[in-house]
């Protein structure tokens, strides 16, 4: 049971459309990928630029700061117990519903 000529010609081009379609629909898909990825970094930029803000308006001081003594004061912050304790708290309240929501 073979095919003719003309049968696998129109086959051949039957899966070329098909094949062109999937290649539009995968570069429609990386294009989506490409927008959501783009907006979660500027998502990303956005939430550390105003945490920045944030630290220097209740610290001025640090605007001084090298990023290498910046960086390790944050650390130093970051081990100390108090606030590890903190940091905690507020995670935890911040996953509990909240009451009347």
Do not use: C
């Amino acid at each position: 049971m073979s095919k003719s000529l003309e049968e696998l010609q129109r086959e051949y081009e039957e899966n070329t459309v098909k094949l062109e379609q999937e290649k539009r629909k995968l570069r429609r898909l990386e294009n989506r990928k490409s927008y959501l990825d783009s907006g979660s970094r500027k998502q990303r930029s956005h939430r550390l630029i105003t945490r920045g803000a944030a630290i220097e308006s209740v610290m001025p001081e640090v605007k001084i700061l090298t990023e290498q003594e910046f960086y390790s004061l944050m650390e130093r912050i970051a081990e100390w117990q108090p606030v590890q304790n903190m940091v905690r708290l507020a995670v935890e309240n911040h996953s509990q519903p909240q009451d009347g929501n």
